[in-house]
């Protein structure tokens, strides 16, 4: 069962996904590292893809589209977790599209329903070791570090990952919920939804995945 993975900012898909890729053997597809490996390939494409990312500008559907469609079509029978796409309502019906086209049926939406307040500690208390690259929590006791800003491991300096605020957290949260709401609709129509609580450890969101790729069947 291919997997895609819908899921807010701090929700912990990376987590996920790399637990699939390791247990399940998924091919991990993110929009992002297509564009990134384009660009590195020197290709006509990747030329083009540089100069408009370098002029700040946003690449077009278009050519993620065509990114997209090439790594699918070259997948030889692996499973695939798609990661960041499609992030709108015009994207998913390009999505599907391309799914016709190439005969991929046999998939699950899967969102990872996230309260924002959670989201918001995870994000911005997020401290990392500068050194040694230990990850803690400032908000959580489980996840703090013993010394305030010191590394329980080597001791070298812990500092804070996010750039965004409270307030500018909330804001991008927002956001992503309201763009997305409708692609979660376009999915259930399809049953294709499975919205998964991820308000608890990522050992048992994982559980959760599991059991529905087992189960395989959709719609729920
Ligand atoms: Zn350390």
Redesign the pocket.
Known sequence: MNIIFIAPPAAGKGTLSDKLVTKYDYKHISTGDLLREEIKKQSALGKRIDKIISKGELVSDEIITELLKNELQNLKGEKFILDGYPRNIAQAEILKSIFDELNIDNYVTIYLDLEEELAMKRALGRVI?S????SYNTYFENFMPKKTGI?D????ELKHRADDTEETFKKRFQTYIDVTSPVLDYYKKLEKLYVIDANVESDEVFKVVEQILQSGNVGN
Not at 153 to 156: F, V
């Open positions: 070791c050194k040694c690259g230990a590394c491991k080597c001791g070298s």
